[in-house]
């Protein structure tokens, strides 16, 4: 799963550059990457070079004041007792990710980490990249999991949908949601919570009438 357009409602990078007076430099740039025309990895560094120097408590003030999307709690619990493990795998940055996941109890996230040098913002360490399909490889067994949903918002997530038995854009650009089998226009993972419910409910009755 996503995290900023999907388990955050918004973009760190960009809320970040609107206090710096770099917002429509970065919206672009943002905007290019998800809709898959930019190289991820590229739009990501070009991000940064725009907002070095700013300041690590400015970075960690914004990380705070980000908000979860609405129905993100209500999705997390529901999947939890429907026996779903929740992995969220993102090109955004630890600092957000980390509070982000503690306060949805999510134990285990991939993200990439911001560098710093005299408490100024400097560089970034890309741990995740636009293929985070093999990032998950990585971290997970994939053969444990009898049914696996990916979410995303952007290009850099149709790697992701390549592993998925159901895909899932949520609010995403055009470039993405031709790929999933689900598309959510709406700001409310409470509907994802409800389709997750709905698949269970259909798993129960195909057993029956075995």
């Known amino acids: 799963m996503d995290l900023e357009g999907v388990l955050i409602d918004g973009e760190f990078l960009v809320e970040l550059a609107k ?22 990895e590229v739009g990501l560094r070009k991000r940064i070079n725009l907002l070095r120097g700013v300041s690590r408590r400015k970075v960690e003030s914004v990380a705070k004041k980000l908000k979860l999307m609405k129905g993100a709690t ?21 600092i957000l990710a980390r509070k982000a996941c503690e306060k949805l109890g999510i134990n ?8 710093f040098n005299c408490d100024k913002l400097v560089d970034v360490k ?34 992701l949908f390549e592993l998925a038995d159901l895909k899932v854009a949520f609010n995403a650009k055009d470039s993405l949601a031709k790929k999933a089998d689900v598309v959510i226009r709406r700001k409310d993972l409470r509907l994802l919570a409800s389709l997750l419910m709905g698949i269970e409910l259909l798993k129960i009755k195909a057993k029956r009438k075995r």
């Open 126 to 159: 890309v741990k995740v990249d636009s293929d985070k399909a093999r990032v998950v490889a990585e971290k997970l067994n994939l053969n444990a999991y009898d049914f696996i949903v990916a979410v995303g918002d952007g290009a850099n997530d149709a790697k």
């Open 108 to 115: 285990y996230f991939a993200s990439n980490e911001l560098v």
């Open 19 to 40: 206090e710096v007076g770099k917002e429509r430099e970065v919206s672009e740039l943002t905007r290019l990457g998800l809709e898959g025309k930019l190289k991820w």
């Open 74 to 94: 209500k999705l997390c619990d529901i999947a939890r007792e429907l026996g779903y493990e929740i992995f969220v795998v993102t090109g955004s940055f630890e």
